[in-house]
């Protein structure tokens, strides 16, 4: 009886210690509010996703399985994108100017003269997406163009092979120039540095000193400015007025999109449904991919570098020896070719930490810093 007793007396115990209810009942609350923080994340990431293969979805894609004569695809995970800015172009006899990038890709024959790339990328993704580097060309790099077929036709500036033999010519250009295989091609509109700027409310620039751009008829002010619309797109095409032509107008591009991706990658604009849809549509609407590049690939990559900051970005230039006047070709730019021997065969080995580490100069500097 006594022991009987004795266990009455501690369920009771338990009973007012513990409120006399089960676990789940008494922690219903916790349990309730650690299930909607997951239910919550989870459909982030679905919405996320489901927004990611909408968006993807309606990008223009161009043909480029065609294409010959190419280095061999590098071992390994990491991607190497080329990276190009257009225009919209211009009307030609015979070519009519509303037909699109993808639909001129397409015809038999590519409108020569029609577009135009001052921009030219390669965007080195590494093996364990936690490192992105950006590597520009200066428009004027002297080099021998190939066509559509890999077939060398002549040397001259490497922004000519856009115009004249289109996104496989451009491919084909950059892979024999540096000897690394492009896994994909991404075309982006100007139009879209405009569209971008308003989707992230502006992006921040600082420049150092006053100067005319003749050629796009603007004062630009010393000082701190967000630019945004028809303003961004003019800063990042200005090259004359500027005390290094091309070079300070790659610099100016380079951390025009450092910023512009600081911005991108904010919490305020991922996770805000209204500023995130505005962007990608602003991305996406104008922007030209491979047909290879499909859209799961694309909300792969996309998903797996969520974590990235702009900080793990580094922008490059590619080795320069010097410049030159060419008669019939004007100034044009001669690469270091050891040093940019070695820098390619980083970006191939997926070994550009190294590169960087061992010549840190090559490294985008701040805005303050260039003109």
Known sequence: MRNR????????????????LPFHRRHRKLIVGVLSFVLIVVGAGASYAYLLNSKFGNIAKVKTSGLKNRPDPDKGKALNVMLLGSDKGKALPGVPAHTTLAQDAKARKWPSGKYRSD????????????????????RDTY???YDATGTAERREKINAAFSYYGPNGTISTIEHLTNVRMRHLAIIDWAGFKDLSRAVGGVPVFIPKPFYDPSQKIQWNAGKQTLEGKKALAYVRTRY??????????ARQQNFLRAMMKKMLAKGTLRNPVKLTRTLSALTQNLTVDAEWNSGDMRGLALSLRGTQAEDVTFLTAPVAGTETLPGVGSV???DEMKTARLFRAMKRDTMGGYVRKHPGDVLKSDKEIS
């Open 241 to 250: 007025g500027l005390q290094n032509g091309d070079f300070d107008r790659i």
């Open 5 to 20: 007793d004795f266990g009455r007396r501690y369920r009771e115990a338990g009973k007012r210690r513990l409120g006399g």
């Open 143 to 145: 080099t021998m163009l």
């Open 333 to 335: 730019v001669r690469l």
């Open 119 to 138: 921009t030219l990328m390669i965007v080195h993704i590494s093996a364990n997406r936690k490192h992105v580097y950006l590597v520009s060309i200066p």
